[in-house]
């Protein structure tokens, strides 16, 4: 009997997962054919300063406009993507589409903000990708000024030292550097201290109940305070709601992303929310001054 079970479970467990390998296989024949045909598309989250006044940047999010499936998230993609390491092609293209948006959010006045890129750790870790990112920039003429890149726990923890090494050459060829979705991998606050970062991502898990519930008060002012002791900027993913901000404006939190300050959009929605009415009125006066 004991042993009946046994093999049920085994038959079970092979049918699932070979059920997932497929799934997953034609995931990855549908994403390298859409890399071909362009299917892909850059949605920007605004970033704000904490008291919602000034717009400082602009997340990248991936989506993938599926020829039959429609929309797909990229949580349900990007891990296929890394396991069969087709993420550094997409990963490339990112790079690319971003700076085709800059120059169009330059274009229309957006001048003063950070694009903030996605790093899969699986990118990170390869020894050139410090020269694929300046080649890419180097190709659409955009400055690495202009772009802020996220990388997570998992890029840094397992060579600590060599991480250390690539986010400061990355640092030194003018990128930002932010710590994303921080709080859920393994790393502990004093490693912040060794990374040549600039700015800590609180992860949304801390923020949605952020009004009722007492620990994850805590941990967010606790991340805050250490980041700011150690001079990093702080940003609050995922805020939701007033009472959300309100709270992260009395902790002194620095700046804010989030549906209730603006959600991710497609680039010509961006441009339209945000672009910056040319001051004509000085070349205007300037006209009328000669023709006196
Ligand atoms: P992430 O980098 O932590 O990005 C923030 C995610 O939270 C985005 O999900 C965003 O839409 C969502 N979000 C923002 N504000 C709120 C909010 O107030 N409430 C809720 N419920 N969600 C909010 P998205 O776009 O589905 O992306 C999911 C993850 O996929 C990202 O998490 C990132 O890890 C990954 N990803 C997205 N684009 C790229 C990319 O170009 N490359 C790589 N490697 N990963 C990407
Ligand atoms: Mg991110
Ligand atoms: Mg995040
Ligand atoms: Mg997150």
Redo the contacts with the bound molecule.
């Keep these: 009997q004991a042993k009946d079970d046994g093999r049920n479970t085994t038959r079970f467990f092979t049918r699932e997962m070979k059920a997932k390998l497929q799934q997953n296989k034609e995931i990855l024949t549908d994403l390298a054919e859409s890399l071909t045909q362009d299917h892909f598309e ?2 920007y ?1 605004p970033l704000f300063t904490i008291d919602h006044k000034t717009l400082v940047g602009a ?5 993938w406009h599926h020829p039959d499936k429609g929309m797909i ?3 349900k993609f ?1 891990a296929v993507a ?1 396991q069969s390491g087709l ?1 550094n092609e ?2 490339d293209w ?1 790079l690319a589409q971003a700076c085709r948006d800059i120059k169009n959010f330059v274009n229309a006045g957006i001048l003063d903000i950070k694009v903030a ?4 750790p699986v ?1 990170f870790k390869r020894k050139d990708f410090l020269q694929q990112m300046l080649l890419i920039l180097a190709q659409h003429d955009v400055s690495a000024n202009c772009i802020e890149l ?1 990388i ?1 726990e998992g890029a840094v923890m397992d060579n600590v030292d060599q991480a250390i090494d690539m986010m400061q050459a990355l640092h030194d060829a003018g990128f930002q550097l932010a710590m ?2 921080f709080g859920t991998g393994y790393s502990s606050l004093s490693y912040l201290k060794r990374f040549p970062i600039q700015k800590v ?1 609180i ?2 898990s801390f923020i ?1 109940d952020l009004e009722n519930d007492d620990d994850n008060k805590s941990i967010t002012t606790a991340i805050i305070q250490m980041s700011h002791s150690l001079g990093l900027d702080v940003l609050a ?4 709601t007033k009472a959300q901000l309100q709270y992260l404006q009395g902790e002194k939190c620095d700046f804010v ?4 300050t603006g ?2 959009m497609p680039a010509s929605q961006f441009i339209e929310t945000f672009k910056r009415a040319k001051d004509t009125s000085l070349a205007e006066r300037a006209g009328m001054v000669s023709s006196i």
Aim: hydrophobic share 30%; no cysteine; glycine share 8%.
């Design positions: 850059l949605y989250q997340e990248a999010l991936i989506r998230p990229p949580d990007i890394e993420i997409l990963g990112v890129i996605n790093i899969s990118q996220e997570t994303d979705d991502k992860d949304r949605s993913e995922g805020v939701e992303q989030g549906y209730y959600r991710p």
